[in-house]
C-alpha cells in the first residue's frame, strides 16, 4: 500500500508540475501543490519504507520530472495550444524624415522625459536630450533624431 501511495504522490506531483510549466502562468497553487507532493513521496518513502526505497524515489522522481518535460518540449501535445503566429507589421515613422537637427516645436504634453512635440507641423514622441522635465506648451530644439524617436532641449525662444 506504501507504494501505491508514494506512485500516486509522485504521478499527482510530475502532472502539477507540467501544469504548471506548460499551461498555468506564475507561480500558482498547481506549482506549489505539484513540488508539495514530490517532496512527500520523498519524505513518505523514507518514513514507511526505508532509506533504500527513499532514494530510489528521488531518483524516480528526477527521472519522471525530466522524461515528461522532454516529452512534452519534443511532441507535438502542445502545439494545438500554442500560438504560432508571427507579427511582422512595422510602425510607419517616414514622418521623422522631414524633422531635421536645430528646428523649433512646442510641447504637447509634459515630457516627463518622453512626451509629445509639434515639431514642423507634425506630432512626434519627443524624449528630453538631457532627462529634464520639460512642461506643455515650451519650446524645444531639436538636438537628435533616430529611428523612433526625436530628442530635444528646451529652447529660449
Do not use: H
Amino acid at each position: 500500500m506504501e507504494i501505491a501511495i508514494i506512485i500516486f504522490l509522485i504521478f499527482l506531483g510530475v502532472a502539477l508540475l507540467m501544469a504548471e510549466i506548460f499551461l498555468l502562468p506564475g507561480i500558482t497553487v498547481a506549482g506549489v501543490a505539484g513540488f508539495i507532493s514530490l517532496i512527500g513521496a520523498i519524505v513518505y518513502a523514507f518514513m514507511y519504507i526505508g532509506d533504500t526505497a527513499g532514494f530510489i524515489t528521488i531518483a524516480v522522481t528526477v527521472v519522471a520530472c525530466a522524461a515528461t518535460f522532454i516529452y512534452l518540449v519534443k511532441s507535438k501535445a502542445m502545439n494545438k495550444i500554442a500560438l504560432e503566429t508571427d507579427i511582422d507589421a512595422k510602425v510607419d515613422q517616414s514622418e521623422l524624415t522631414k524633422i531635421a537637427i536645430g528646428d523649433v516645436g512646442e510641447c504637447i504634453s509634459r515630457l516627463n522625459p518622453i512626451g509629445k512635440a509639434e515639431i514642423n507641423g507634425l506630432v512626434v514622441e519627443a524624449k528630453s536630450a538631457n532627462g529634464e522635465y520639460i512642461d506643455e506648451g515650451q519650446k524645444v530644439r531639436v538636438v537628435k533624431v533616430d529611428t523612433y524617436n526625436v530628442w530635444v532641449e528646451l529652447t529660449e525662444e
